[in-house]
């Protein structure tokens, strides 16, 4: 059973950078896709990035666009979110969420939380000055 768990959060100026962690246990992220999503206080869950372990794509929200970067490490074991250039309203609780997925996955599939059925418990990002 994979479980997946989140770190890396925390406290940080606008223009500061952070670093999240996705940890995945229980299995190897060969033919997932993992995302991150995040949800801020009376929102809803939005996807922010997405990354197919397999070949390695990637896909992005707007709001994010060249600010944050989603990666794994070689044994695909965990995945991470730099994001750079915070601002105030990337406040929220982020989380990742993987899915096996052999075949293709479209933009808006790949950022939409309907496509997970695995989530991790979250990590709280506050940008405040």
């Known amino acids: 059973q994979l479980q997946l768990v989140e770190s890396g959060g925390g406290l940080v100026q606008p223009g500061g950078s952070l670093r999240l962690s996705c940890a995945a246990s229980?299995?190897?992220?060969?033919?997932?896709?993992i995302g991150w999503f995040r949800q801020a206080p009376g929102k809803e869950r939005e996807g922010v990035a997405c990354?197919?372990?397999?070949?390695?794509?990637?896909d992005y929200a707007d709001s994010v666009k060249g600010r944050f970067t989603i990666s794994t490490n070689n044994a695909k074991t965990t995945v991470y979110l730099q994001m750079n250039s915070l601002k105030p309203e990337d406040t929220a609780v982020y989380y990742c969420?993987?899915?096996?997925?052999?075949?293709?996955?479209?933009?808006?599939?790949?950022?939409?939380?309907?496509?997970?059925?695995?989530w991790g418990q979250g990590t709280q990002v506050t940008v405040s000055s």
């Open positions: 990354i197919r372990s397999t070949g390695g794509s990637t």
């Open positions: 969420a993987a899915v096996v997925r052999i075949g293709p996955l479209t933009f808006n599939q790949c950022l939409s939380h309907a496509t997970y059925g695995h």
């Open positions: 229980g299995a190897i992220l060969d033919y997932y896709v």
